[in-house]
């Protein structure tokens, strides 16, 4: 059972628009949203996080929006720059207070020049 | 500061073999993690340890084993090695076990199983 879905494997910016990854989640008990970013032969590396009680989180180009009802959240990055391309993953932990992670499939970014 | 070291960076079985995936971290982690990345999946979690000698399953335990017997390392065995293990392993750390605490990952271990 996938709890933690991205439905769109890629997706392609022009450099200096705005770039919107979306995920979805089938677990209403999600106390918190995590969004990594993973470069080639690299780990993945944290890029910021939700708290299930808000909607919105924002740091500096990225903002994580959270829609509860719909059981969907998106990252937006504004505005894109070629070092944004990567492949990111939504996340959220498996048991309430845990660091153990239920990932989506991931969305691979390529902001092209 | 090294983060988390892991060891090798890639690596061919062949099937039945067995080997040892080196973790270390510098960061006095309490909490350590394996994960696996098939290709165009997300990562799963294999076990997790909460601190020397407490290891416990994640979602894809079978066919691997764990030992905790330092902070800094938990390395993942693979006893019999099956095609199907064939994978990016990653291990993490990470401070706390709040839910929206950072992991800290390792570059992962690329191995194939023949």
């Known amino acids: 059972d996938q709890q933690v879905k991205q439905n769109s494997p890629s997706l392609s910016v022009q450099e200096g628009r705005i770039s919107i990854l979306n995920c979805d989640y089938t677990n209403s008990m999600f106390d918190y949203f995590l969004w990594y970013k993973k470069y080639p032969a690299e780990g993945p590396t944290f890029l910021i996080s939700i708290s299930s009680i808000k909607d919105k989180n924002e740091d500096g180009r990225f903002t994580v929006f959270l829609n509860k009802s719909a059981k969907h959240l998106s990252l937006h990055i504004v505005p894109s720059q070629p070092g944004d391309s990567a492949v990111y993953f939504c996340?959220?932990?498996?048991?309430?207070?845990?660091?153990?992670?239920?990932f989506g499939q991931g969305t691979r970014l390529t902001i092209n020049p | 500061n090294a983060g988390v070291t892991q060891t090798p960076k890639f690596r061919i079985l062949k099937i039945g073999q067995s080997m040892t995936l080196q973790c270390t971290q510098d960061m006095n982690h309490n909490y350590m993690y394996w994960y696996r990345q098939d290709p165009g999946m997300g990562l799963k979690l294999i076990y997790y340890s909460v601190g020397a000698g407490i290891t416990d399953k994640g979602e894809v335990p079978n066919g691997y084993n764990v030992s905790r017997s330092t902070t800094e390392d938990f390395p993942l065995r693979l006893e019999l090695a099956a095609p199907s293990q064939t994978s990016v392993y990653f291990c993490a750390s990470s401070y706390s076990t709040w839910g929206n605490t950072e992991a800290f990952f390792g570059q992962g271990t690329r191995l194939t199983v023949v």
């Open positions: 996340a959220a932990p498996l048991i309430q207070g845990a660091q153990k992670l239920v």
